[in-house]
T-cell receptor, first 112, second 114 residues
Framework: DQQVKQNSPSLSVQEGRISILNCDYTNSMFDYFLWYKKYPAEGPTFLIS?????DKNEDGRFTVFLNKSAKHLSLHIVPSQPGDSAVYFCAAKDSGTYKYIFGTGTRLKVLA | GAGVSQSPRYKVTKRGQDVALRCDPISGHVSLYWYRQALGQGPEFLTYFNYEAQQDKSGLPNDRFSAERPEGSISTLTIQRTEQRDSAMYRC????????????FGPGTRLTVT
């Protein structure tokens, strides 16, 4: 039973265009959401996060949007760069616990 | 500064043997997490430590899995009587405090049970 779902296993985007990665969740008790980026043979690296009381958080080229009514999270990367090519995981923290639930990841390929 | 380190990076063991996986978190990081990651999946929560206290072990699959962090720094994940289904990447992550959401992941230990 996947509480955090990333339905697109892969995405290809042209350099300079916008990349949009999506994540859906089922547990309304999640209170914090995060995105991690992972390069091959490395551990995931934190990218950006958002509290459940907000609907947008921006950090440079990266913006995360949260739609609580739809239980939907998205990561926008503008403009996309070849170095952004990696696997992106969304994660959610269960309220009142220290437990984080990760999605299955989306592989982003930015084409030069 | 050094990041999270894990050892060994690769471990091949025979079914039925015990294995111990080590995690050395970033110095000063209070929180430590263990995850298991199967191929093509995201990290799966196993257990959480705040200093030396194991505050959540709800993700440990069964009683063959245990973890400790006796001095609030280095942690060991032990799997007893390994089975082939235990084969996976085991990742450790640390964060500065219990209310720090950003986790720093180690490179992982690839465990193969033959």
């Amino acid at each position: 039973d996947q509480q955090v779902k990333q339905n697109s296993p892969s995405l290809s985007v042209q350099e300079g265009r916008i990349s949009i990665l999506n994540c859906d969740y089922t547990n309304s008790m999640f209170d914090y959401f995060l995105w991690y980026k992972k390069y091959p043979a490395e551990g995931p690296t934190f990218l950006i996060s958002i509290s459940s009381i907000k609907d947008k958080n921006e950090d440079g080229r990266f913006t995360v949007f949260l739609n609580k009514s739809a239980k939907h999270l998205s990561l926008h990367i503008v403009p996309s760069q070849p170095g952004d090519s990696a696997v992106y995981f969304c994660a959610a923290k269960d309220s009142g616990t220290y437990k984080y639930i990760f999605g299955t990841g989306t592989r982003l390929k930015v084409l030069a | 500064g050094a990041g999270v380190s894990q050892s060994p990076r690769y471990k091949v063991t025979k079914r039925g043997q015990d294995v111990a996986l080590r995690c050395d978190p970033i110095s000063g990081h209070v929180s430590l997490y263990w995850y298991r990651q199967a191929l093509g999946q995201g990290p799966e929560f196993l257990t959480y430590f705040n200093y030396e206290a194991q505050q959540d072990k709800s993700g440990l699959p069964n009683d063959r899995f245990s973890a400790e962090r006796p001095e609030g720094s280095i942690s060991t994940l032990t799997i007893q009587r390994t089975e082939q289904r235990d084969s996976a990447m085991y990742r450790c992550a640390s964060s500065l405090a219990s209310n720090s959401y950003e986790q720093y992941f180690g490179p992982g230990t690839r465990l193969t049970v033959t």
